[in-house]
């Protein structure tokens, strides 16, 4: 496997920092090369501090919002304002309007401001609110995808930038060890509530094989919970199927990681 860049950062503040500046720069660049970018953010506990930093000064007016798109690499099948959800997150920080209802409006008062056109979530709690299944709230995501002509690699979507965070389990996504997710042709699909992993909610996911073809990964973790899972990641034995966030390991790869996530690593 190749080896991605590795950033070893002090601490998890350093890390959201380091990884919003590559946000910034990565979608700016896009942007001025290609005239649109197409990022897929995260969720769980990683992105709120990058949210944070994303707002600050030097960051927030970096990014033409207006020529970007924000996709979700997977969400929890719950409502949009259930706390468990990855949208919500943003909504709450980045855009700083305190309600799921505003990522469906057309303004945006406070820090960012971004085209409703532009924001693409898993509409779970549309699909709950009607009685869709999860699988059906997927099936729409990956039409929306379709319908959005991203450029394709041996017929997958090609973002120009996947964030990702890291289960303790190796997952990336909602894509577990032995997930079903490796033998699908779907660019989305619902995933079973894991049974190991908290929470034990089903999900909805892209397709592990965007992180392949991805102008660009992005992996940020933190703390020293994370450092077992991160030594096992980079070790000699690669097998994404067990052991996902093996996907990571190729060129135009980045993790950004603090020293106690780093402390299992070779120097």
Known sequence: MNAPEVIVVPDATAAATRAAELITD???????????????TTGGSTPAGIYQAMRGPGLRDGIPWESVHTWWGDDRFVPGDHPLSNVRTFDDILLEAGSWESVHSETHRDNVRIPVANLHPFRTGE?????????????????ELREAELPEVDDWPVFDLILLG??????????????????????ALAIPAPTH??????????????????????V????AAKAD????????????VALPAQLTLREGSTWVIDQAAAAQLPR
């Open 197 to 218: 992993i908290e929470p034990h909610v089903e999900r909805v996911t892209l397709n592990p094989a965007v992180v392949r073809v991805a102008r660009r990964v992005l």
């Open 220 to 223: 940020v973790a933190h703390g």
């Open 26 to 40: 990565t979608l700016r660049g896009a942007v001025a090369d290609r005239g649109r970018a197409d990022w897929a």
């Open 166 to 187: 890291l289960g303790s389990d190796g997952h990336i996504l909602s894509v577990f060890p032995g997930s079903p997710a490796f033998e699908s042709a779907r660019w």
């Open 127 to 143: 699909a709950l609110g009607v009685g869709q299944s999860a699988a059906t709230c997927a099936a729409e995501l990956a039409a």
């Open 229 to 240: 899972v991160i030594a096992r990641t980079f070790g000699p034995d690669p097998d994404p």
